[in-house]
């Protein structure tokens, strides 16, 4: 079951400047940063009152985030909903007609599990499950 929207993920060019910017500008509090080489993303998740915004950049043109930086330039990269049984829905995803990128859940930058689902399945937007 969703439960609501856990995080909004931005892809930026240089995320120190990013994490300054959302600080200066929106009053964010940085609250976790991590780097994952086998994606080949540097991430920082920022606290906006009650929201949270994932800060994404590439380590690697060629890795997801590099390409869509490559491809699209800065901005939305995906829209994660908080769920309580990760297993289950993307059994209700996939029950639903929705293609999925992950068929089994990963462990994600913030130490839960996630799974995407496919932009082209939900309107253009990329749409990530994560287990709260």
Excluded: C, W
């Amino acid at each position: 079951m969703v439960t609501g929207i856990h995080h909004v993920g931005v892809a930026v060019a240089d995320l120190d400047e990013s994490i300054e910017l959302y600080r200066s500008a929106l009053g964010a509090r940085l609250v976790h940063r991590a780097r994952n080489e086998k994606d080949g993303i540097e991430a920082a998740f920022v606290h906006t009152g009650t929201g949270e915004v994932e800060l994404l950049s590439a380590t690697s043109p060629d890795s997801p985030v590099g390409k869509f930086l490559a491809k699209r330039g800065p901005g939305l990269h995906h829209v994660a909903y908080g769920v309580t049984d990760i297993t289950q829905a993307l059994a209700d995803a996939r029950a639903a007609g929705l293609e999925l990128i992950d068929a089994e859940p990963r462990m994600g930058m913030h130490g839960s599990l996630i799974a995407f689902v496919h932009p082209k399945s939900v309107g253009g937007v990329l749409t990530e499950f994560v287990e709260i």
